[in-house]
């Protein structure tokens, strides 16, 4: 059997903080010498973990794209790594960070000096799927059969991914975070304008300049986690609670009922643990927001589960990399491929028990990958188990025209990876009922997860095959 070592790395510029993981892989080939491969990871170690650091602005609008390529460049050569041994990783920007005006820039710069990665500026949804999977929320309620909430609270946002039986059910994003209020010399140097609306609305008046008041800054982290509470609707919510929700975003589902929470984030080693020192060591409300939460009796309703990273879980995109040959019956538009660096929005087996539910399931979650509003590359997976009459395919492929319409809207392929060996009856489907005015990219024999990223090289086997592969956000499996 052929084994391989693969290094790899996850680069993570968030709102409050910039990190840096390396990791080392073993991957081996499971299948015989005459068989179609079948690599599969049997070994991973966390080889290094960077130093923390706070992330480096120029301006409240732009990045030190300078600082943070000398953070990378610091912590490869702490690690004794190279660019060019490094075979695979991400490099990611979430949460306040993502909004700043040269974040493209910074990533563009990034990626050119750490490798081909998964490269992703990540809205706060898909952030909130990220730090689900990193803190092992989705692990759990696969394990234990149940619904589990992971909260990762970080410097400017709340973001938060409800998993029921292993499946993504929902996500949310709340402005509610540690450096929302900053403190210099014990004086209060920022209010986000919606934190000041936030404690206003409940008789606390707040300014820049006036002293850090430890007893007024405990009041609003309590409004804070109370909000938080009835996010995950340990609490019913109240009439300003919409008014918290970033870029006019929606709550969670009410159904499935959560029963268990996890916390991820900066903030949430102090939910777990109480502050030995220093409530502004940070310079923020970060260490009193997590004591807020830990001490909410609403959410203290909830079972508490010991995530598996905290301030880490974003750090993710250390993905590792499964080289993979599709099945031989594919469908795919001439010149299309390759394609790179493709997320993968996950269909639940659950909800492709009909056409209905295939249907709002794709419609459902097309926005988590529309950060600006406007469509992005992404590819559609489901099992297509038991799906393999005439009938039955003609109607996968009406419900997935129909629940991808803002796929066929933009100028991008409609790309479907599925796992029973439906793909070219499918891709012929989807070709008939959209007049071939639309690309479409059909493999089979590929199992993703939500949240994982696809590669889909040329074909090879004269056509009949595609080389494929699936990097996976693994540090939680």
Do not use: W
């Amino acid at each position: 059997m052929n084994r391989e070592v693969i290094q790899s790395v996850g680069i993570d510029i968030g709102t409050s903080t910039t990190q840096l993981v390396f990791s080392r892989f073993v991957v081996e080939n499971l299948a015989g010498s005459y068989a179609v491969p079948r690599v599969s990871i049997i070994e991973k170690e966390v080889t290094y973990r960077s130093q923390i650091y706070f992330t480096p602005l120029k301006s409240a609008t732009e990045i030190d794209a300078d600082a943070v390529k000398e953070i990378v460049r610091k912590e490869y050569a702490a690690a004794g790594r190279k660019p060019e041994e490094l075979h695979t990783g991400a490099v990611i920007i979430t949460g306040e960070t993502a909004r700043k005006q040269n974040a493209n820039d910074v990533l563009a710069a990034l990626s050119d000096m750490a490798g081909d990665f998964v490269v992703a500026t990540a809205g706060p949804d898909l952030e909130s799927v990220l730090a689900g999977r990193g803190a092992g929320a989705d692990v759990y309620s696969r394990e234990e059969r149940t619904v589990v909430a992971n909260l990762d609270v970080g410097g400017g946002t709340t973001n938060i991914a409800l998993f029921d039986r292993g499946e993504l059910k929902g996500v949310c994003c709340l402005d509610i975070g540690g450096r929302l209020i900053k403190i210099e010399n014990n004086k209060i140097s920022y209010i986000f304008p919606k934190t000041k609306a936030l404690a206003k609305s409940h008789g606390i008046d707040i300014e820049v300049g006036e002293r850090a008041d430890v007893q007024k800054l405990r009041k609003i982290c309590a409004i804070m986690a109370d909000h938080v509470a009835q996010s995950v609707y340990a609490k019913p919510m109240d009439g300003e609670h919409k008014g918290l929700y970033t870029n006019d975003g929606r709550p969670l589902p009410s159904q499935p009922a959560i029963r268990a929470v996890t916390y991820s984030g900066g903030v949430a080693d102090y939910v777990y643990h109480t502050a030995e020192d220093g409530l502004f060591r940070y310079g923020d409300i970060g260490v009193l927001l997590g004591e807020a939460i830990r001490a909410n009796q609403d959410l203290n309703k909830l079972q508490l589960l010991q995530a598996t990273e905290t301030i880490r879980a974003t750090v993710v995109g250390a993905g590792t990399h499964t080289t993979e040959i599709s099945g031989s019956t594919i469908s795919y538009a001439a010149g299309r491929l390759p394609l790179k660096n493709v997320p993968i929005l996950k269909v639940s087996e659950e909800d492709e028990a009909s056409p209905q539910t295939l249907e709002s399931s794709i419609k459902s979650q097309l926005p988590i990958y529309m950060p600006e509003g406007k469509p992005e590359q992404v590819a559609i997976a489901f099992t297509g188990q038991g799906r393999t009459s005439f009938a039955a395919i003609q109607e996968i492929a009406k419900a997935v025209i129909n629940g991808a319409q803002e796929v066929m809207k933009a100028d991008l392929p409609l790309i479907l990876v599925v796992e029973n060996d439906i793909a070219k009856a499918l891709g012929h489907a989807l070709n008939v009922q959209l007049e071939h005015k639309k690309d479409v990219i059909c493999i089979d024999n590929i199992r993703t997860l939500s949240g994982d990223y696809i590669d889909i090289g040329e074909p090879v086997g004269g056509g009949h095959v595609v080389p494929v592969v699936i990097k996976t956000l693994v540090f939680n499996s």
